[in-house]
């Protein structure tokens, strides 16, 4: 079988408990992560003073984060970086998706539909998106429309994980995707603070879901 029409063997999946204690153990930052009530995953990252960018690339992920997101997900196998820049793939390795070609990633394409990218292949995206048309200007690209990505991602196998790096909660579909944690994140004075919003491909009438995104028409109403 081609590596293109490999799918993820899907591993059993970790309990949040689990990640957690992996993130405490490999990172040995404070446990800043909790389980609410209704079992969501809610944290703050504090990321200190260190707020070098490691590429000097505009927007690039602060110092610590990939590894930070590495420790919450040892299982994951096929990493997507989705507006990857240039991401620091030591830190994390995985494929990159990127609209400009100076990054050289493994896919050139616009994050908004993802025709090139088999996204079924992938079990962890991790999406740093320009989060204004301000940024978006530093990358002379148009300001991208969320619920356009979050559509194209239902294409993800369930079970798949979506990181999304945000000031902005993308819309998404609640039957396609599940919220699971959230986390505030902090870097030093004089820097906007972000939200890290994690959700999981859930299996809710997947197929009909997959044939939305793709384009077909709804089937027949109920
Ligand atoms: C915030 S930067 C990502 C930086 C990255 N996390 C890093 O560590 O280098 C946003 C990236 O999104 C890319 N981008 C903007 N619009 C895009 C689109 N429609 N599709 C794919 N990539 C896009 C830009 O070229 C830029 O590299």
Redesign the pocket.
């Known amino acids: 079988m081609s590596r293109r029409t490999r799918p993820v063997v899907p591993a059993a999946p970790l309990t949040w408990e689990a990640r957690i204690d992996n993130y405490a153990r490999v990172t040995g930052f404070p446990r800043s992560l909790f389980l609410d009530e209704n079992g969501c995953v809610v944290g703050t990252w504090i990321m200190g003073n260190d707020y070098r960018?490691k590429?000097a690339?505009?927007?690039?992920?602060p110092a610590g984060y990939l590894r930070r997101m590495r420790a919450l997900f040892p299982d994951k196998r096929r990493v997507l970086?989705?507006?990857?820049?240039?991401?620091?793939l030591d830190a994390f390795p995985g494929d990159t998706?990127?609209?400009?070609p100076a990054?050289e990633p493994t896919y050139l394409?616009?994050?908004?539909r993802l025709e090139h990218v088999p996204l079924e292949e992938y079990d962890l995206v991790l999406a740093?998106?320009?989060y204004s048309v301000e940024?978006?200007d530093h990358?002379n690209?148009t300001m991208?429309k969320r619920n356009l990505v979050m559509r194209a991602l239902r294409r993800l196998p369930v079970g798949a994980h979506v990181v999304w790096l945000d000031q902005v909660l993308p819309m998404y579909r609640r039957d396609a995707f599940a919220q699971e944690a959230v986390i505030g994140m902090w870097k030093s004075t004089n820097h906007r603070f972000r939200g890290i919003t994690i959700f999981r491909r859930r299996d809710a009438a997947p197929s009909r879901i997959v044939a939305r995104a793709a384009g077909a028409p709804p089937a027949s109403p109920a």
């Open positions: 960018v590429s690339y505009y927007g690039g992920y970086h989705l507006f990857s820049g240039r991401v620091d998706v990127d609209i400009n990054c394409d616009d994050a908004q740093d998106p320009p940024d978006a990358y690209t991208v």
